[in-house]
């Protein structure tokens, strides 16, 4: 896993497979290993919780996105 922090592209690639195969576990265990987080990691995150269903991980997601200092964009 360490080679995808270099490439966040491809970590966020990764990570909406995941989320849209509903593994949801694996794409939140892919987002937890990257060192590299950006605006697009945490959107395709919150998507894939949003799009199975899970509205209130999606919420949780949402706030700590805040918390690490990733404001949404209009």
Not at 9 to 17: G, H, K, R, T
Not at 43 to 68: H, P, W
Request: proline fraction near 1%; hydrophobic fraction near 40%; glycine fraction near 6%.
């Amino acid at each position: 896993m360490k080679c995808l922090n270099k490439h966040v592209e491809l970590s966020n690639v990764l990570v909406d497979m995941y989320a849209k195969c509903g593994e949801l576990e694996e794409a939140q265990e892919v987002f937890d290993e990257l060192s590299v987080r950006d605006i697009v990691s945490w959107n395709v995150l919150i998507a894939g919780y949003v799009q199975q269903g899970e509205g209130g991980k999606a919420i949780t997601c949402f706030k700590r996105m805040q918390c690490d200092h990733f404001l949404p964009n209009t």
